[in-house]
């Protein structure tokens, strides 16, 4: 469900890095809402990270 349906932009991974400099992984998971957004001439509901929507609200 994280996944933008209009870049693909997914979750990402890299590191926790504590004080004592301890790495443990982590997951950086995009801010991805559900909107109605026209796609091919048809209005649809479509999970959209929030970089598209500024995109898309640009455009209008």
């Given at each position: ?23 443990t992984?982590?997951?950086?998971k995009p ?30």
């Amino acid at each position: 469900m994280a996944n933008c349906e209009i870049c693909g932009k997914g979750p990402q991974f890299g590191h926790n890095v504590s004080h004592s400099k301890r790495a443990t992984n982590r997951q950086f998971k995009p801010n991805v809402k559900r909107v109605h957004v026209e796609i091919d001439g048809q209005l649809r509901r479509a999970y959209v990270c929030t970089r598209c929507l500024r995109t898309l609200n640009k455009a209008r």
